[in-house]
Each structure stands twice: as C-alpha cells, then as structure tokens.
C-alpha cells in the first residue's frame, strides 16, 4: 500500500496557488497536514481553494510588484508562525511568434515569470526555517522551447541561472527547481488565439516539440507534494532538481493536427481537465 505524503506542522507558502499546478499543490499539502499560505492576485479564486483544501489562509498579492513580494512573505510568516517550504508556481506565457511580441508583452513575461520570482524566492531564503527548501516550478522547455513560446522559455532560463546564483550566495539554503513539461488543466492556454496556435501547432511538428500526451494537473499536485514530502523531513540531503514529464513522446510526424487538437482539449480547458 501506497504511504500518504507527509507534511505534518510544516508551514507552506504556494504563489499562484488560485489555478493550475500551484491550487492543486496547495490543495494537496493541507491534505498532508501542512498549513498552507494560498497566494495569487485573486482573492476571489484562493478563497475557492482554501474551501476546496478545507483549511489555509489566503494572502493575496501580484509579484510583478516588488513591495507586494516583500509584503507576501510578512503576511505569510506572521499567520503561519514560520515558513519550511515555499513553492513559486505563477507562470504566464502567451502563445505568439517573437516578431510579433510586442516589449510590453515580453516585460509582463518576464516581470512575472523571472524578475517577480527571483526577488521573492531571495527573501525568502533569508528568512527560510533552517533545513526548509525554497522551490519553484520550471519548465522542460528550456534548452528545447516550443515555437511561438520562446519568451516563455527564455524567462525560465533565466530564472533557472538566477537560481544556481542563489544557490552560491545562500550556501546553507536548499533551493528546489520543479521542472514540468505539458500539463492539461492549466489556465496558462485560456487567451490562446486560435489562429497563431494553428500557426504554431505545424512548427511545434517538425521540430518534434509538441507531446502526444499530457499530464494532469490533479495528479501532478499529488506527485509533488508526495515528492517534496520526505526532502523536508530529511533536511541534511540536497535535493536540487527535478523534471516530471508526461509519457511517451512527441508528436509522430503526419498526425491529423485538427484530432490532436481535439484530443487534448483539456490543455485549454482547467474547467473541464477539473482544476
């Protein structure tokens, strides 16, 4: 028989934890006995997965504003007592070719996915309990990024380099990188136009970038939490990377796009995948 994560007293801080990944994370670590700080910009929504979770508090804040990030982690120390993990899983990444992305949309990349998480993934190191763990989602897509996602791919290289900078600068600070590829039941493809992802869909093809399969965002909360669980309780082993990606392959070359299309549906719909 399977044993439940373990997460009992642990104190656990999750920003972008109204949709996708981190609600399903959060949701998943108050049911291992953790108490839980559910943070995004909608109060609205994180109130949602609190009831959903049956417990947490809500602390809600934009981290493409810097007082917010500091704010984020005074609001969360001060109702929690403490902080032993943090997870940063807010991510946006709109689809469309780099010449057609303007500045404005790159900085909002950007200002969410790297500047926003490397200042308060930096506080939070300071201010970690000793043996805690400072994590973050990341993406497959680094060193192999999707045509029409190259900003997205981009920001998270860079926060992955801002990271390992980190990781010397805290030397006794544990600092986690999540790394996931396609995952149905995200909100990330909700503004997704459907005529540059016709466009992009054949790119995706021919460089073998687009998977067959995906994963769901219900069983991949679970599989984190049961996976970050036992590195907290064991806190002398580093633990630095890990990189969950659906099963089997790319894309087969000749796929009908329209069926594929049709088949992972749930990639743009978190309502129907049951997020």
Not at 10 to 26: C, N, P, Y
Not at 33 to 57: I, P, T, Y
Request: include cysteine; proline fraction near 6%; glycine fraction near 12%.
């Amino acid at each position: 028989m399977a044993m439940a994560a373990d997460l009992s007293g642990a104190r656990v801080l999750v920003v972008g934890s109204s949709t996708g990944i981190g609600r399903s994370v959060g949701i998943e670590a108050v049911k291992a006995g953790a108490h839980v700080a559910f943070c995004a910009r909608s109060r609205d929504k994180l109130e949602d997965a609190v009831a959903e979770a049956g417990g947490g508090v809500v602390v809600a804040g934009d981290v493409r504003e810097p007082a917010d990030c500091t704010r984020i982690l005074d609001e969360t120390i001060a109702a929690l007592g403490g902080l032993d993990l943090v997870l940063f899983a807010t991510g946006v990444s709109p689809l469309m070719p780099m010449e057609e992305t303007s500045p404005q949309t790159l900085q909002d990349v950007f200002a969410t996915n790297t500047i926003g998480a490397l200042l308060l993934l930096t506080d939070a190191a300071s201010r970690l309990e000793p043996g805690g763990i400072v994590a973050y989602l990341g993406s497959d897509s680094v060193g192999a990024a999707y045509p029409g996602m190259v900003h997205y791919a981009a920001s998270k290289a860079a926060l992955d380099q801002g990271v390992d900078g980190l990781r010397m600068e805290f030397p006794d600070t544990r600092f986690l990188r999540i790394a996931v590829g396609p995952t149905a039941g995200t909100a990330i493809a909700l503004d997704y136009d459907p005529e540059i992802t016709a466009r992009m869909l054949p790119q995706m093809l021919r460089f073998a970038r687009g998977t067959e399969k995906f994963m769901m965002v219900g069983d991949l909360g679970e599989l984190i939490v049961e996976m970050v669980a036992p590195a907290l309780r064991h806190r002398d082993i580093e633990v630095e990377d890990i990189v969950i990606r659906p099963p089997g392959g790319p894309i087969p070359w000749g796929t009908d796009l329209g069926l594929q299309v049709e088949k992972n549906k749930a990639f743009t719909d978190p309502e129907g995948a049951g997020a």
